[in-house]
């Protein structure tokens, strides 16, 4: 289960660059907009805030994968520690959208499904 929990966290570290790569890099893209359902005037207001949001979700990003890479070379207890704090952050994060926007909850759960499946996963594979 450990095995199980690390490579959803993956995805879930694959999965918040991702969403980096669109509120940081090609926010006020097309594509991105019709994404994220703004218009190129809200795009343009709210760049500077969604290219913070970005990093954000970079930072998770990487706090997961560092984790993943020390319980993968024998670190267990800190790339827990680590795995536990960005994707428990992923999934809380995804909380705080749904409660904040319900209009979101398709969001939400692309972006909280992955890393909660990770955490509870990763936690009974530790606990067994």
Known sequence: MVTAGL???AFAS???VYIF????V???APRTRATFGTTADDAAATKE???NQGFYNLFLAIVTAVGI???AVGATAVGAALVFAGAGS???AAAVLLISSPDKARAA???GTLPLLAVLLLALGLAL
Not at 21 to 24: H, R
């Open 7 to 9: 490579v959803l966290a």
């Open 14 to 16: 694959a999965l918040h």
């Open 21 to 24: 790569v669109l509120e940081s």
């Open 26 to 28: 090609l926010w006020t």
């Open 49 to 51: 805030l969604a290219f």
């Open 69 to 71: 890479v020390a319980v």
């Open 90 to 92: 992923m999934v809380l």
């Open 109 to 111: 759960l692309t972006q």
